[in-house]
């Protein structure tokens, strides 16, 4: 009987730890511009993504299917660790809608919801019964995180997709929602000025069928600590009002979970306000170029978690420089990839597309031998306006496209060693000692381009 008391007590011990801290992913007390864990260092999140990596997108050959293994191997080859999981929400992508030379249209598959209804949706197939979860599409999310986690990556799981429902020609109509694509009766009229009541507040019907999916998704990556969700991408101005509200449910239903999974909320386009972002329950967020994050970023203060995507800067787009300026000013960073090209072409050529890959990798291999829960972005202290620092211990300078800069070191004693990083090549080449105690000027050993100077206290 005492050994049966003292294992319930054990048991009872265990399932309580596991319920309180199940997943340890949260934004640091320390330095709140990073994520951290258990261990107590910040986990500087950069990496590439792109839209088929969760559902198919296929078009002419239904078989040609997305290789996520791969795709992994892939993110793992460029010393990546963080990618979006893309959620869709139409019965297709017609990239017309995209400006795509190729315009195509990619058939989308699985759902979150089942095709079991009675009578036929606009694509021809049976029509969804909103009620029922699609069991295919959460087992898929659930095996993708855990092949992610064993690869040991962090994954932002997207929610809602609201760019298509506005963009996409004929979206509407090719939305589960339509009142001729479901059996469910939700009151929605099917004249297409609508389609964005969807990602509003205005029809509890559609409101709770979403929370229902929520919480599904919620149900499927507990136990995750690999995992950040993301409300939902790029939707309209007028949807503030939900994804607060969005943002708020998840919080209270994963409290009586006992977890916390960081939840962000990304631009909203056409026309929002990254205020809006700053102002929202959300731990982290994803800007657009409104305060300079697409040219010139300004130095992450702290408010939010800042997780800056070439998706809402470019749509497809980006350069080296922006990935260490934002680095360098204390932000994660993001590039929408175009990958394969299956589903849209990069505007650019192939060795610029794989020198944005390989530096999102540099900054990470930087971050790893940094103690970058210290560092803090530091501008004032070089000419060149990009510094991230630990003042006294370690400095991390941006060069761009200047040779030449201004350390101020004057208020730090100490000799400090030297480490010059080329961002075209990859390579690094020492540098001579740098002693502390007044201002410095350093020169770059690279004849071209933009360059980075890594300085440690010896």
Same mark, same amino acid.
């Given at each position: /009987?005492?050994?049966?008391?003292?294992f $319930?007590?054990?048991?009872?011990?265990?399932?309580?730890?596991?319920?309180?801290?199940p997943?340890?992913?949260?934004?640091?007390?320390?330095?709140?511009?990073?994520?951290?864990?258990?261990?107590?260092?910040?986990?500087?999140?950069?990496? +590439?993504?792109?839209?088929?990596?969760?559902?198919?997108?296929?078009?002419?050959?239904?078989?040609?299917t997305?290789?996520?293994?791969?795709?992994?191997?892939?993110?793992?080859?460029? =010393? =990546?660790?963080?990618?979006?999981?893309?959620?869709?929400?139409?019965?297709?992508?017609?990239? *017309?809608?995209?400006?795509?030379?190729?315009?195509?249209?990619?058939?989308?598959?699985?759902?979150?919801?089942?095709?079991?209804?009675?009578?036929?949706?606009?694509?021809?197939?049976?029509?969804?019964d909103?009620?029922?979860?699609?069991?295919?599409?959460?087992? *898929?999310? *659930?095996?993708?995180?855990?092949?992610?986690?064993?690869?040991?990556?962090y994954?932002?799981? /997207?929610?809602?997709?609201?760019?298509?429902?506005?963009?996409?020609?004929?979206?509407?109509?090719?939305?589960?929602?339509?009142?001729?694509?479901?059996?469910?009766?939700?009151?929605l009229?099917?004249?297409? $000025?609508?389609?964005? &009541?969807? =990602?509003?507040?205005?029809?509890?019907?559609?409101?709770?069928?979403? &929370?229902?999916?929520?919480?599904?998704?919620? &149900?499927?990556?507990?136990?995750?600590?690999?995992?950040?969700?993301?409300?939902?991408?790029?939707?309209?101005? !007028?949807?503030?009002?939900?994804?607060? =509200?969005? @943002?708020?449910?998840?919080?209270?239903?994963?409290?009586?979970?006992?977890?916390?999974?960081?939840?962000?909320?990304?631009?909203?386009?056409?026309?929002?306000?990254?205020?809006?972002?700053?102002?929202?329950?959300?731990?982290? @967020? +994803?800007?657009? #170029?409104?305060?300079?994050?697409?040219? !010139?970023?300004?130095p992450?203060?702290? *408010?939010?978690?800042?997780?800056?995507?070439?998706?809402?800067l470019?749509?497809?787009?980006?350069?080296?420089?922006?990935?260490?300026?934002?680095?360098?000013?204390? /932000?994660?960073?993001?590039? /929408?990839?175009?990958?394969?090209?299956?589903?849209?072409t990069?505007?650019?050529?192939?060795?610029?597309?794989?020198?944005l890959?390989?530096?999102?990798?540099?900054?990470?291999?930087?971050? &790893?031998?940094?103690?970058?829960?210290?560092? @803090?972005? +530091?501008? +004032?202290?070089?000419?060149? #306006?990009?510094?991230?620092?630990?003042?006294?211990?370690?400095?991390? @300078?941006?060069?761009?496209?200047?040779?030449?800069?201004?350390?101020?070191?004057?208020?730090?004693?100490?000799?400090?060693?030297?480490?010059?990083?080329?961002?075209?090549?990859?390579?690094?080449?020492?540098?001579?000692?740098?002693?502390?105690?007044?201002?410095?000027?350093?020169?770059?050993?690279?004849?071209?381009?933009?360059s980075?100077?890594?300085?440690?206290?010896?």
């Amino acid at each position: /009987m005492l050994r049966l008391w003292i294992f $319930s007590t054990f048991l009872c011990l265990l399932l309580a730890c596991a319920k309180e801290t199940p997943n340890t992913l949260r934004v640091s007390s320390e330095n709140p511009r990073y994520f951290t864990d258990q261990s107590g260092k910040a986990i500087y999140l950069t990496g +590439s993504h792109t839209w088929n990596n969760l559902v198919d997108m296929t078009f002419q050959n239904p078989a040609d299917t997305f290789d996520y293994p791969g795709f992994l191997q892939f993110l793992k080859s460029n =010393h =990546h660790n963080f990618f979006r999981l893309w959620a869709w929400e139409l019965l297709n992508w017609d990239t *017309r809608g995209n400006r795509d030379e190729n315009a195509k249209i990619c058939e989308i598959n699985p759902h979150p919801w089942t095709r079991t209804g009675t009578g036929m949706a606009s694509d021809g197939l049976p029509k969804f019964d909103l009620t029922k979860l699609n069991p295919e599409y959460f087992s *898929r999310l *659930r095996t993708r995180l855990q092949l992610a986690k064993e690869g040991g990556f962090y994954v932002a799981v /997207m929610l809602f997709e609201g760019w298509g429902i506005q963009f996409s020609p004929d979206a509407y109509s090719r939305h589960p929602f339509y009142p001729e694509n479901n059996i469910n009766n939700l009151g929605l009229d099917t004249a297409a $000025s609508t389609r964005l &009541e969807i =990602h509003e507040l205005k029809n509890q019907k559609v409101l709770a069928i979403q &929370e229902d999916y929520v919480k599904k998704v919620l &149900e499927t990556v507990h136990g995750f600590d690999n995992v950040l969700l993301e409300i939902s991408n790029e939707n309209h101005p !007028a949807s503030t009002k939900w994804q607060y =509200h969005m @943002i708020k449910f998840i919080k209270n239903f994963e409290d009586s979970l006992g977890v916390h999974h960081p939840v962000g909320m990304t631009f909203q386009y056409k026309g929002g306000s990254n205020e809006t972002l700053f102002d929202s329950p959300a731990d982290w @967020i +994803s800007p657009n #170029g409104e305060g300079g994050y697409k040219d !010139a970023p300004p130095p992450a203060d702290g *408010r939010k978690i800042i997780i800056n995507d070439t998706d809402h800067l470019w749509g497809l787009g980006g350069t080296v420089d922006w990935i260490w300026k934002s680095f360098t000013q204390g /932000m994660n960073t993001l590039f /929408m990839d175009p990958y394969d090209g299956k589903v849209l072409t990069a505007p650019f050529d192939d060795q610029r597309l794989e020198l944005l890959r390989k530096n999102l990798g540099y900054t990470l291999q930087y971050a &790893e031998k940094m103690d970058l829960i210290k560092m @803090i972005p +530091s501008g +004032s202290l070089t000419s060149g #306006g990009y510094c991230l620092a630990n003042t006294g211990n370690e400095y991390l @300078i941006y060069l761009s496209q200047d040779s030449t800069s201004t350390i101020d070191l004057s208020d730090v004693s100490g000799n400090f060693t030297a480490e010059w990083f080329d961002p075209a090549s990859g390579n690094s080449s020492p540098g001579d000692d740098i002693e502390g105690g007044n201002l410095q000027e350093v020169k770059s050993p690279f004849q071209t381009g933009s360059s980075v100077l890594f300085l440690k206290l010896k």
